[in-house]
Every structure is written in structure tokens, then in C-alpha cells.
């Protein structure tokens, strides 16, 4: 270990100590930002970049379980990423079902897709299948991982969906603009039944959600951090949540 591990190592774990896992998020959620450009400044490829990004999923959710998260939602693969050439899509459609498989077969986490299956190549679709079913029973943390997913496809999906629920009830127009409200589009959401994310990270320097959980995140804390996604530390994460520990959330009190 040189001088600077060591540095880095002490500096983390005062952060830690400092840390009240009373005002902790339960649900955070996570943009996954900067893969290529990683890869691009450390003289590798963008499979490279994606691969170093997959790898520390893992991480991240060691250091979730440590200070007592109890959901994280992963945006893998946006809508507008399956948009991208083939050359570049089936590589990084394969990085993300291997990072599926290695979520399902860690034993300690609960995997859940959210976005839209209909849009993905049947081949992810059942790895995404297999995933959910495979840790159903697991206790660990609830792990999303966004794949294939959109806000505004999501709150499309949600509307269809109350719609033809209420279609098979034989409930009119008339009746249904009556009763319709946040509560029943909440309830088609991808995260029906789950809280909101309390803190949402996006790592890379940009300060946008670019459509991530546009629903969900309406009381959200945005933490934005510089550092690109394969790069992301454990301190970088312990500096989020002191960030949001640190702020009064009024909901509009």
C-alpha cells in the first residue's frame, strides 16, 4: 500500500465514522456516467470503459449494505441507448447481462428490471427474466437495474397500463377521469410498491437527469459528482450521503 492508499484509506473511514445511519437514503439511485470517456483518457476502449463500469457495481453495493440502504436503482441502458450502432450495442448489451448474472448469482441481492423488455433483444430479456425470478426469496438489498429505460416512456407505460386495467373493469372514460389521480399512475409505475429514491448520483461532471426516474424523483436530493462512473470511490460515495444528510428535505413545507 503506498502513501496515498493510505491517505485515501484513514480519510474514508473518518467520513464514515462522522456518519449517522439514521439519515441515511433508503432508496438511492444511480446514473452510471462516464464509461467511455474513462476509458478514453486511460488509453482504452469504450467495451474496456463499460466493462470497468460493470465491475463496480459490486462495489457500490457492498458499500449500501454497510450503511443500511436498503434499495438501489442502476440506470444500465436508457432508451435513447438503444439508438446507438450495432457495433457499439450488442458489445454493451452483453456487458450488462453478464452484470446481471453476477448481481443474480452473488445470493445477497434482490434484482429487479425496470424499463420497458418489449425494446430489448430477446436474449437480455431472459436474462433479465431469470434474474428477477432467481433472487425473489433473496433478503438482501432491492436492486433495480434500469435496462432499456426511459421517465417519459415510463410514465407512458404507467397511463397505458390504468388503462387497460380499466378497460377489462369496463369502467367509462367519464368515470375513469373522475377517479384517476397520482396515487393510480404511481401504482403502474416500473417501481410500483417501492419507496421514492431519496438521493439520486450521477457521476461524470453532468448536472442533468436526463429522464431518470422523472416520477419518482420529484422529492428527490440530486448529488453530482465529478468523477466518472469506473472511477467511483468509496469515499466519493460516503461524501454523497454526508451531502444529503446535511440537508433539511421540506417537501414544500
Not at 178 to 196: A, F, M, N
Not at 222 to 246: G, I, M, N, S, T
Request: aromatic share 8%; proline share 3%.
Amino acid at each position: 500500500m503506498n502513501l496515498r492508499d493510505l491517505v485515501y484509506g484513514l480519510y474514508a473511514r473518518r467520513v464514515e465514522g462522522r456518519l449517522d445511519h439514521d439519515q441515511v437514503p433508503k432508496h438511492i439511485g444511480v446514473i452510471l456516467d462516464g464509461n467511455r470517456r474513462w476509458a478514453k483518457a486511460s488509453g482504452g476502449t469504450p467495451e474496456q470503459g463499460h466493462k470497468a463500469g460493470a465491475d463496480k457495481i459490486q462495489e457500490l453495493l457492498g458499500w449500501c449494505a454497510e450503511t443500511d440502504v436498503e434499495v438501489v436503482t442502476l440506470w444500465m441502458l436508457s432508451t435513447d441507448n438503444l439508438n446507438r450502432p450495432e457495433e457499439q450495442l450488442v458489445p454493451l448489451l452483453g456487458i450488462i447481462e453478464n452484470a446481471v448474472r453476477s448481481l443474480a448469482a452473488d445470493g445477497r441481492w434482490r434484482v429487479h428490471h425496470v424499463g420497458t423488455l418489449d425494446l430489448l433483444p430477446a436474449r437480455t430479456q431472459s436474462v433479465l427474466k431469470e434474474a428477477e425470478q432467481g433472487t425473489h426469496d433473496n433478503t438482501g438489498i432491492l436492486v433495480n437495474v434500469a435496462v432499456g429505460y426511459g421517465g417519459r416512456q415510463e410514465i407512458a407505460d404507467a397511463v397505458r397500463s390504468l388503462l387497460l386495467e380499466h378497460a377489462d373493469k369496463g369502467t367509462s372514460f367519464e368515470e375513469l377521469a373522475e377517479l384517476v389521480d397520482v396515487e393510480h399512475i404511481s401504482e403502474h409505475l416500473y417501481t410500483r410498491g417501492q419507496p421514492d429514491p431519496d438521493l439520486v448520483i450521477r457521476t461524470s461532471g453532468e448536472q442533468r437527469l436526463s429522464g431518470f426516474m422523472l416520477w419518482q424523483s420529484a422529492h428527490s436530493e440530486y448529488y453530482f459528482c465529478e468523477v466518472h462512473w469506473p472511477a467511483f470511490r468509496k469515499v466519493d460515495f460516503l461524501r454523497a450521503l454526508r451531502d444529503y444528510a446535511a440537508r433539511h428535505r421540506r417537501y414544500g413545507t
